[in-house]
């Protein structure tokens, strides 16, 4: 298994079938995807001057995940905010040091270079204008601050083995357009932060490596979130048979799953 692979990412409306996940499985699932990209955002921020008066933004924030582990061992006024109000109050509940709330990226309720570092994580992909959040994030950003996508994949450049499984990149592309996600946004990433106007732009893709078997709680978390992405695509039948044969070739250690993820980040002007 490559790192940087994700099956789904933040939860959009849909028609879905099945059971919605809860906050709780959405949080769960938001804490996967942080350990995934852990060790590239440390770099960045341990490289970052980080102070007690420091006010540091994460927009898009989910229930917290990324925004908490960071606020863990760094000084500084954290904040996140999330569209979703049930996400910032679970935020609250899950890190209290945080100060979060309710608010739509596209307009942000700061005042211009309120902030040192604005940050997202599995963001840009769901919202209607990441162009215009860019630019909403850098007014927020002071004179030669920090903005930093930390992670947003690109499904076109989706890797599946056995071949058995390669039908899922089309399906899953598909599923998400349906929720108003862009699967392709990774590879814009860093033409989009030039058009927002942030300068000394570093853009990449995860280094990939082989991880191995996955447990049985990492496939389940991906598998809830598979199942929304697919729902509209598949039967419940037809996804309880792919969720049997991907068990079975991971336990094989046939199994291997890549999806690119593009991170970047540059300073304000």
């Known amino acids: 298994m490559m790192s940087g692979r994700i099956f789904g990412s933040k939860p959009a409306s849909s028609n879905n079938p099945l059971m919605p996940l809860s906050v709780k499985e959405w ?15 440390e770099q960045l921020f341990n490289s970052l001057n980080i102070s007690r008066g420091s006010r540091l933004l994460e927009a898009g924030s989910g ?21 979703r ?45 990441p162009l215009g959040c860019l630019k909403e994030m850098r007014r927020v950003t002071r004179s030669g601050g920090t903005i930093a996508a930390l992670a947003e994949p690109d499904y076109g450049g989706r890797l599946d083995y056995p071949e058995n499984f390669s039908h899922l990149k089309e399906l899953q592309i598909a599923g998400l357009k349906e929720k108003g996600a862009d ?29 191995g078997t996955p447990t049985s709680e990492e496939i389940s978390s991906e598998w809830k979130v598979l199942q929304e992405d697919l729902a509209s695509q598949l039967t419940k039948e037809e996804l309880r048979k792919l969720k049997l044969q991907e068990e079975q070739a991971w336990s094989n250690q046939h199994r291997m799953l890549f999806v690119p993820t593009f991170y970047a980040w540059g300073k304000a002007p």
């Open 183 to 211: 699967p392709f946004l990774g590879r814009k990433l860093s033409a989009l932060f030039q058009q927002a106007g942030i300068q000394h732009v570093q853009a990449g893709v995860y280094q990939g490596r082989w991880k």
């Open 27 to 41: 949080h769960d699932r938001f804490t996967v995807q942080a350990g995934w990209t852990r060790a590239l955002r």
């Open 85 to 129: 109000e049930r996400y910032s109050q679970a935020a609250s509940r899950f890190f209290p040091t945080l100060k979060c709330l309710s608010a739509d990226v596209h307009t942000l309720p700061f005042p211009d270079s309120a902030f040192e570092i604005v940050f997202c994580h599995y963001f840009l992909l769901w919202v209607e204008d």
């Open 63 to 83: 229930t917290g995940a990324v925004a908490g582990d960071l606020a863990r061992d760094r000084p500084g006024t954290w904040y996140c905010c999330d569209i």
